[in-house]
C-alpha cells in the first residue's frame, strides 16, 4: 500500500510538472508581459542580486581558498577580516577584468577605425570600378546616370517642411529619451552593485532570514524541498558559471593562438570579444564570428573567408567537445543534454533562454533523476522483502 502510494504521489507531481510546463510554454506572450512588468520594478534589485550571485563565486573561492587560514585562525579579529578582505579582492577582480577588457579592446577598435577612415578613398575607387563592370553587364554606364534628373529643390522643401512639423520634435523627443535611458540604466549600474555589495556582506544573516520565513509560512515537508532545490540551484549554477567562464577563457585563448598562427590581423581584440561573447552558450560565439569577419574584410578580404573557416571550424571543436564537456560535466549533464538545452533555451527566449537553459535543465534533471530513483528504490523494496 505504502509502495503504491508513493509511486501514484510520484506520478501526479510529474503530470503536474508537465501541464505546468506546457501552459507556460502555450502562454509566453503573458508570461513575458507579466516579467517585464515586474522587471520595471524591481529590475534594480533583480540586478543587484544577480551581481552578488555571481561575485559569490569568487568571494567563496577566496574565503575557502586563498584566506583559509584566517577564517580558521584563533584570532577573532583576523576572522571578521576575512569577509571584507575576500569582498574587496572579488571586486578588485571583477572591475579589473571590465578594464582589461576595455584597455584591450578600445585601443584595437581606435586603430581600426583610423585604418578604415585611412582606405576608404581606395575602397571607394574599387567599390566605383565593380559598379561600372556590374552596369557595363546591363549595357549601362556610370555616366548614363548623370541623365537622371532629381527635383533638388523639391527634395529641400520637403526636408525643410520635415524639420519644421513635428518630425524634428518627434526626433529630439527620442534622442531625450534615449539620453536619459542611459542615464538611468548607469544610475541602476550603481545601485544594483551597492546592493550586491550589501548582501554578499551580510549573507548569512539575509540567508538564515529568509529560511525562517520559509520555515514559518510553509509545512514542514514543502519547506525542506523548498530549500533543497534552493541549494541545489545555487550550486547548479554557480558550477555553471565558473565552466561557462573556463570554456570562454579557453576559446579565446585557443582563437589567438590559431589567429596568431595563420597571421590574421587583430588577433587580440578578435580573441577578446570571442571570448566575451561565448560566454552565451553555444550561439554567442557567432556574434563574435561576424565582428571578427568584418574587421578583418577591411583590411584583408580574402583573410576574412579564411577566417570564417578558421573560426567555424574552432566553433565546431569547442561546441561538439570542449563547451559540452566542461560545462555538462560542472552541472552535471551530458553533451548531448547540454547541447538540446541551449537549442531549445535559444528558441524560447532568444540569448537570455540559453544562458539560463543549461543551469535549470540541470536542476530538473537532478530532480528527475532522484524521482526515478525514489521510485526504482521503492518497487525494488517489495521483492526485497519478500524475498
Not at 528558441?347 to 528527475?368: D, E, N, Q, R
Amino acid at each position: 500500500m505504502e509502495f503504491n502510494r508513493r509511486n501514484v504521489r510520484t506520478l501526479l507531481l510529474l503530470i503536474t510538472f508537465a501541464v505546468v510546463v506546457y501552459t507556460l510554454v502555450q502562454n509566453l506572450g503573458e508570461v513575458f508581459g507579466a516579467l517585464r512588468s515586474i522587471w520595471s520594478i524591481l529590475g534594480t534589485v533583480i540586478g543587484g542580486l544577480f551581481i552578488a550571485f555571481i561575485l559569490n563565486v569568487l568571494l567563496r573561492a577566496f574565503e575557502n581558498g586563498i584566506f583559509r587560514h584566517m577564517k580558521q585562525g584563533n584570532s577573532p579579529s583576523r576572522r571578521k577580516l576575512v569577509r571584507p578582505v575576500s569582498l574587496i579582492c572579488s571586486l578588485i577582480i571583477a572591475f579589473g577584468i571590465v578594464a582589461l577588457l576595455l584597455v584591450v579592446v578600445i585601443p584595437q577598435l581606435s586603430k581600426t577605425i583610423s585604418e578604415l577612415a585611412e582606405k576608404l578613398p581606395a575602397y571607394i575607387a574599387s567599390t566605383m570600378v565593380w559598379i561600372e563592370e556590374f552596369l557595363g553587364g546591363f549595357g549601362l554606364s556610370v555616366g548614363s546616370l548623370a541623365d537622371i534628373s532629381i527635383d533638388w529643390t523639391g527634395t529641400f522643401d520637403k526636408v525643410a517642411e520635415f524639420f519644421g512639423s513635428d518630425g524634428a520634435r518627434d526626433i529630439i523627443g527620442t534622442a531625450t529619451g534615449v539620453g536619459a535611458t542611459v542615464v538611468g540604466a548607469a544610475v541602476d549600474v550603481v545601485f544594483s552593485i551597492v546592493i550586491a555589495v550589501y548582501v554578499l556582506a551580510k549573507k548569512e544573516k539575509i540567508g538564515s532570514f529568509t529560511k525562517r520565513c520559509i520555515n514559518g509560512f510553509l509545512p514542514e515537508r514543502l519547506s525542506r524541498q523548498v530549500l533543497r532545490i534552493a541549494s541545489l540551484s545555487d550550486e547548479t549554477f554557480s558550477s555553471f558559471i565558473s565552466g561557462q567562464f573556463l570554456d570562454s577563457c579557453i576559446l579565446a585563448l585557443l582563437c589567438y593562438i590559431g589567429m596568431r598562427i595563420f597571421r590574421f590581423p587583430y588577433p587580440e581584440v578578435i580573441a577578446v570579444v570571442v571570448g566575451v561573447t561565448s560566454l552565451v552558450p553555444m550561439v554567442g560565439s557567432v556574434i563574435g564570428e561576424v565582428v571578427g569577419a568584418f574587421l578583418i574584410l577591411f583590411v584583408n578580404p580574402p583573410k576574412a573567408l579564411l577566417f570564417l573557416i578558421f573560426i567555424l571550424c574552432l566553433q565546431q571543436l569547442e561546441g561538439s567537445f570542449i563547451y559540452p564537456r566542461i560545462v555538462g560535466k560542472s552541472v552535471g549533464l551530458p553533451g548531448v543534454v547540454v547541447l538540446c538545452a541551449v537549442i531549445t533555451g535559444s528558441k524560447i527566449s532568444g540569448v537570455f533562454g540559453a544562458m539560463l537553459s543549461v543551469p535549470v535543465c540541470a536542476v530538473l534533471y537532478t530532480l528527475l533523476r532522484e524521482a526515478l530513483d525514489a521510485i526504482e528504490t521503492g518497487s525494488a523494496s517489495p521483492r526485497n522483502t519478500g524475498g
